[in-house]
């Protein structure tokens, strides 16, 4: 199961039908020798940590009695059986030895390693189709699954590095390595759940010393981590929106005598300069016509419009849209462009920074009252008030398992939104996507499993599995992890398997869990 988990679905979902078969085969060989198949299920349904989990598939299932759609339901139950069935099968067993738990996460660190390489000779096109977008290089799983089981994987190495210092050998470069993987793939979201998880363990072990000196150390390199955070971040807002072109004095007429369109309400900027400025709309429509074969007004091969990427092509080189920025383009920006490269400087959209910046442009196309269709960012807020307005209309039990899809259809026409139908999505936001489905009191039962796996056992003093918890919770906030087969097996899989790992549930290196 692990080592399906970053690499595909089909082979997690055979993983999973192994371990329903050897369960039940374990389950009828305890009854032939005489054991009650009861004892099993005793052992399971009595274990709080298996039973919060069983209690989010048991919601789902509460939540067909007011749906309409049960194809859609059935689908949903389907996507989160495991679980229900994971949490049974594992705190059903009486012994699960902690040297088999250790080498179960061997096991997938060996595969996010597979994943990673395979994914970064995608990125350098050692192998694979050509890609467009850099997160389209993640071809396994999901981008933001696979980054959050990257953090995990960093956060996995750390601990066998803790465990036994002999580990930093292969630790350390498999680390940097993580790193990097998250760097090129421009995960935003992976590098805000290592900041947060890298603040959390200064704190834990802040409130755990006693000493002063110690102490005061540990919360001044949180402080000063965070200023350098922040510097990086204001930095680029400052540069981003710190107009080249300000002050300078706008020309009326391009060389070829066309009156020069300005939209002067319009503030978006690319590289600095202003993108709706010195526009000639004929002759620069004109002019790229006998350049290319792709039509000025149709779309570039990113499914863009390709007279707005050339748009913004002129503009990162500070050039007039006009016969003569166009004639100052090569043959190789021609085809750049015809790709759906937006900007001559490729290098400032590589890394964090590049994805930094792409984002401050959807921020400031949308405020520009730009579409927010296709931005994963801006259009969440489409998505989360959406969402919203649907809880306020169904507050106590919600629209049911089934009927997502119907409600937010009928919220984004209610909208009247400016989102494209394609892009009428649920909320991307675990939070709101149970408070759409079962109400309030939905929302609440499920940060009252979260907190029941951090506080059963007191697992809050063990930072595996608190880094686990963190890393699920925050994924919430931005995506809705539980709906796809990926973020499912993440939660329910690794979570009891950390529970056993918990330094509470052990006498020693090979002792037998805690009931």
Known sequence: MLFALPLNNNLMSIAGFWLA????????????????????????FSNPTALAYMTLFGLCILGFLWSEDFKFAQWDARTKVPLFFIPLVLSSYQRIERRHIVWCLYVLLISLSIAITSCTGRFYKWWGPPYLNVRDISHFISHIRFSLLIVFGIVLLIWFAKENRRNLFWVIPLIFYCIFFLWILQSVTGFAILLALAAYWILFHAWRTKRMFVRGGLISSLLVFISLVVFFVNNEVTRYFNPKDAGMAWQTHSAGGEIYDHRWENTLLENGHYVWRNLAWNELRRSWNKRSETDFDSLDRSGQLLGGTLIRYLTSKGLNKDSVGMGDLSDLEIEKIELGIATAYTEDLQGIKGRIRKILFEFDNYRNGGDPSGNSVLQRFEFWRAAWC????????????????????????????????????????????????????????????????????????????????????????????LETQAGVTFVAFLGPLLAWLSPSNYTGLNGSPKL
Not at 453 to 467: A, G, K, P
Not at 475 to 480: C, H, L, M, N, R
């Open 21 to 44: 078969s050897a369960w039940l085969v374990d389950l009828v060989y305890e009854w032939t020798v005489g054991i009650s198949p009861l004892a099993r299920l005793r052992r399971a």
């Open 390 to 481: 649907i809880i306020k209309e169904y507050p106590l039990k919600g629209v049911g398992t089934g009927d997502l899809k119907l409600a937010y259809a009928a919220q984004y026409e209610k909208m009247d939104t400016a989102l494209d139908p394609q892009y009428r999505l649920r909320a991307h936001n675990q939070y709101f996507t149970y408070g759409v489905a079962y109400g309030i009191p939905g929302v609440i039962i499920f940060i009252a499993v979260l907190l029941i796996l951090i506080f059963h056992e007191r697992r809050y003093r063990d930072l595996l599995f608190m880094s686990y918890i963190i890393i699920m919770a925050l994924s919430f906030i931005t995506e809705d992890t």
